[in-house]
């Protein structure tokens, strides 16, 4: 039996690249699982930096070079960055104020349309049916307000949490961009052999991860913009913070798309009711979704990731389970990474 598990791990392990990369793959979930928190605006800056890679060699594709590329790449993402902080921040905040003031007004509304459906439509709605949603709902609403009780009491200690992690953000984003070669180099340097696995991982990562990183911003973009020229042609209230959550639904595939489909066909339904702008809303918001699928998506990324949709939707669920709300944001890079040490894992070249 042990000598059986002895071979087992031997075709597994084959050299000592494989141990140590399998030793540091398990130092990094173990830093992680214990100090996400903590190193959460580390993470997000090394991802932006990575962003601003991309963007500094465009740049350099129209003759700026070196030192002038690197600071005109992070000149661009200060005045983008102030731009959102100051002008879609404070719109952000104060059309979140407003609904949550308007809470109690809106579910209100929502309770008595809801209790006209059965009148409405007798043969489709039935009374013990609505009795049901409404108790049910009771109990969501119930178990929302705890959480919103709980989440303002330490309001005051997460707003400050917040504005470090603002003024910190530029800072680490700037070390990341400007010394990243002798970040890279000091990290090379502590891990022993010759790396073969480790660069072939890192090939096939950077080619996928950076079309897909690059090209899900850029359809964040199209997809929110476009959304707010919807939301504010038909009128619907809160347009900028239903516009900002449907340019972030893309980052999820599927799960998104029909998470944040729930709060405008509510928010629609209590403002319009069956009448033809909810019906107008409701159309042109499910072409925008048609066109990002089949035809937006297929143009952005047809050199990015290649991973089947279930596997998509398998990652989004197991990592989501595994890391929360990061691993659900993060299932398809995540997955990505998968993929590249399974083909670059010497025992399956070998076979």
Known sequence: MIEKLNNFFKKIFINDETIVFSLMLIATLVVLNYFGSILTPFLISIIVAYLLVGLQRKIESFGLRGIWALIATFTIFIIVGAALLIWLLPILYSQLQLLVLETPG??????????????????????????????????????????????????????????????????????????????????????????????????????????????????????????????????????????????????????????VTVPIVIIGLIQFGLTFDFWLLITLYLILQILDGNLLVPVIFSDAVKLHPVVIILAVFVFGSMF??????????IATFVKAVWNAWPSQSLS
């Open 106 to 259: 809106l579910l209100n509304d929502f309770f008595a349309f809801i209790s006209q459906l059965q009148s409405s439509y007798p043969d489709l709605v039935s009374s013990d049916q609505i009795s049901a949603f409404f108790q049910s709902v009771s109990s969501e609403i119930t178990q929302v307000a705890q959480n919103i009780v709980k989440s303002s009491i330490s309001g005051i200690q997460s707003a400050i949490t917040v504005l470090i992690y603002i003024l910190l953000f530029p800072i680490l984003v700037y070390f990341f961009l400007f010394d990243r070669s002798q970040i890279l180099n000091g990290f090379l340097k502590i891990i022993p052999g010759e790396r073969k696995m480790l660069y072939k991982i890192w090939e096939e990562m950077d080619v996928q991860l950076s079309n897909y990183v690059r090209g899900k911003t850029l359809e964040i973009f199209i997809v929110g913009i476009s959304a707010a020229i919807i939301f504010s042609f038909i009128g619907l209230n809160y347009t900028a913070l239903l516009s900002v959550l449907v340019g972030l639904s893309v980052v999820i595939p599927y799960v998104g798309a029909f998470a």
């Open 324 to 333: 929360g709300f990061w691993g659900v944001f993060f299932a398809i890079p």
